[in-house]
């Protein structure tokens, strides 16, 4: 069976192991994504599933500031405090206070956003696809999928991450989780942009600090 991009995507995003292993897992279990699952296992190499229900209560609280306009605080805790001294854990904090400055998510997944908010959003977008001309039959499915998509929008663990956007920030804890060999929980974060809420002249900050970050 040929293995496609989407498939070696699809499971690197469940288990967090490399692209490559991923890629000869499915071909070891011709396409068959369980048992693909199952070979990173055996391997050692799908760690994250096992350690996300551990109690993440050290890690580090991350300040990172562009041009003196946006400012993010983060939160990102692991097991242990030896973990949170690790290079590679901090640099992963790091990133993370850099997408909320250049993506601005508004909750860390989607069950954290609030009932009310959902239905509103749901509204909102049925009266769009009715105004467009859309058939009534077809507007909850059209809804159904453009809430997926605001989901991408708002909720950090799945937006792509601005440094590959091919993986999303879900994916790239995962991957952090199986390397490093804790769980890692990003807990909270606060994000701050000058003039915010004051009507003002209309300037892409977010975008900016995206340019800055990938030049």
């Known amino acids: 069976m040929a293995i496609t991009a989407a498939m070696v995507k699809e499971l690197r995003g469940k288990t967090g192991a490399g692209m490559m292993d991923c890629k000869k897992a499915l071909t070891e279990a011709d396409g068959d994504m369980e048992k693909a699952i199952e070979v990173l296992r055996e391997k050692g190499l799908a760690k994250a599933a096992k350690k996300s229900g551990r109690i993440a209560a050290e890690g580090l609280v991350e300040a990172y500031i562009h041009g003196g306009r946006i400012g993010v605080l983060v939160e990102v805790n692991s097991e242990t405090d030896f973990v949170a001294k690790n290079d590679e854990f901090k640099q992963f904090v790091k990133d993370i206070a850099m997408q909320v400055a250049a993506a601005n998510p508004q909750y860390i997944k989607r069950e954290d956003i609030p009932q009310d908010v959902i239905e509103k ?6 009266h769009q696809a009715l105004n467009e001309g859309k058939p009534e039959k077809i507007v909850d499915k059209m809804v159904t999928g453009r809430i997926e ?11 792509p991450f601005i440094k590959d956007p091919d993986v999303t920030i ?44 990938n030049s």
């Not at 959003?121 to 049925?126: A, F, M, S, W």
Request: with cysteine; glycine share 4%; hydrophobic share 35%.
């Open 121 to 126: 959003e749901k509204e909102i977008l049925r």
């Open 149 to 159: 998509k605001y989901y991408k929008e708002v909720c950090l663990l799945e937006q």
């Open 170 to 213: 879900q994916d790239l804890l995962n991957q952090k989780i199986a390397k490093i060999g804790e769980n890692i929980s990003i807990r909270r974060f606060a994000r701050f942009e000058v003039g915010e809420g004051i009507e003002k002249k209309e300037e892409n900050f977010a975008e900016e600090v995206a340019k800055q970050i």
